[in-house]
């Protein structure tokens, strides 16, 4: 079993930055990949971006170049620095951990981009 919490959300200016973070506990030692994905009002949930145990990143087209993926090993954390928001990046962001057999889910952190 992984236990993922996630933070760092909240109401920013289109324009600025945020960075969430995911702290993961439990089996972590069985991961295989983490990642961010959000899911808008009336949306599905998306990809937003995913990290491998061998730290291979992966980001969806509507992120590259300004959202990073990044982990530390040491805090069993993973952070999505999010930088020249959008409105369109408006969702509640999930945290995720593939171990192979089970997808994890955290609790979601809303996120929401003011014009």
């Known amino acids: 079993q992984v236990q993922l919490v996630e933070s760092g959300g909240g109401l920013v200016q289109a324009g600025g930055s945020l960075r969430l973070s995911c702290a993961a506990s439990g089996s972590i030692f069985s991961i295989m990949e983490m990642g961010w994905y959000r899911q808008a009002p009336g949306k599905q949930r998306e990809s937003v971006a995913a990290?491998?145990?061998?730290?291979?990143?992966d980001y969806a087209d509507s992120v590259k170049g300004r959202f990073t993926i990044s982990r530390d090993n040491a805090k069993n954390t993973v952070y999505l620095q999010m930088n020249s928001l959008k409105p369109e990046d408006t969702a509640v962001y999930y945290c995720?951990?593939?171990?192979?057999?089970?997808?994890?889910w955290g609790q979601g952190t809303q996120v929401t981009v003011s014009s």
């Open positions: 995720s951990a593939d171990d192979g057999r089970y997808d994890y």
């Open positions: 990290i491998t145990s061998g730290d291979s990143t």
